[in-house]
């Protein structure tokens, strides 16, 4: 869904900051997709190669770091593991869970120079 | 822009004929303007000023080196300085690489928060309740949307928004009820976003203590991700889909507080099982209110007027409830000054 719009978000801060930095390349930009959240890893890759064209950080390599999926169950009074926000407690199979963690879509940080 | 269904950002266009990105002014100037100008900083965190130290990174071909650089000042913000005078021209440590990580943390989505962020204050600031409509296309949004305005129209100030990729048809058939609708055409764009809703805010100028709904581009999937500044996400769901599509599209269906059930007048003609979807629909997020309605044939409506009408209540309320407690606050300091 929708990874044009996330790569042109990473972009955008990255372009700023590396602007700010005074950098005249950016080498590796880091980010954090969660497995909850609406994001396609590899659509976003591929997206972002395509934006970051003709850019300060053209030839970037994306680094995605997974943030696996949490979730508070109700019945259990537990946080516990979520593969996907329509997946069952591991526990008492139930669906009474609330995703706590695991939704994050985040550029952590870039390397320049 | 979406890789599924190809849409991108430059043709957008709010109702009126301008480009979204071009404003008018009310004496007749014109200007273009930026958005990557948004008064906002990004803070990079350096763990130590001047300190040097090493960071090992995997690539997505699986390879892993590590690296040295040095971090030279940049905004320490541990101890609330913001250095921006620590710039490109400074010396390097000898013997180490020149490459350094700046960390960003920010959000994705940051700058589509910030607009929506706006809109929801100034919606509050004005006791506005705000929704934001979502479904895939032909669940009978937009109906919905007709059937509940000419119930509501006489109680309330109503402003709507309609989002479509193309056509001013939407917001026709708001408009022949009477009360004020501008179109949004997003041109290859699959949802609307913050920036875009601002705009409409700016243009129609919903009256204080009134209902703002938003029906966004008939889309499942793209439209869960970007905030509007919206209270609320009002998902619709019609008996002539799918049980299942809660689970098809489990993103909408989390992201959305209250889940329209449409069509329920042709349940005895189809194979339809409304309590599946519920239940579904329940999977994906406990927390959803579910009202089971039939726009064409009234029934089930006056639940979610009830709802409705809740929200615009509680809406005027908090903001009573601030203009008092400002009020007090007023009164209280002319107290003080008085004493002195």
Known sequence: MHEMSLAEGVLQLVEETAQREGAQRVKLVVVEIGQLSSVEPEALRFCFEAVAQGGIARGAALEIVDVPGSGWCQPCAATVPMVASYAACPRCGGYQLQPTGGSEMRVREIEIE | MCTVCGCGADEAKIEGGEHAHTHVHADGTVHTHHHGDDHEHTHSHDHAPDGAHSHVHRHANGSTHVHEHVHQGEHDHDHGDLDYGAGPARAHVPGLSQTRMVQIEQDILSKNNAHAAKN?????ERGIFALNLVSGPGSGKTTLLVETIKRLKDRVAIAVVEGDQQTANDAERIRATGV?????????????????????????????????LIENVGNL???????????????????????????????MFRAADVLLLNKCDL?????????????NARRVNPRLTVFRVSATQGDGMEAWLAWLTAGLEAQRAKRNETVTALKARVAELERQLAGH
Do not use: W
């Open chain 2, 120 to 124: 929801r204050a100034c919606f509050d």
């Open chain 2, 180 to 212: 004020p609708a501008l179109q949004i055409n997003t041109g290859k764009g699959c949802h609307l976003d913050g920036h875009m809703v601002g705009h409409a805010i700016e243009r129609l100028a919903p009256a204080e203590e009134s209902l703002f």
């Open chain 2, 221 to 251: 999937v793209c439209p869960a991700a970007f905030a509007l500044g919206e209270h609320h996400k009002v998902a619709i769901l019609s008996v002539t889909e799918g049980e299942d599509k809660p689970l098809k599209y489990p993103d």
């Open chain 2, 267 to 279: 349940l005895p003609y189809l194979a339809f099982d409304a309590d599946l979807a519920e239940a």
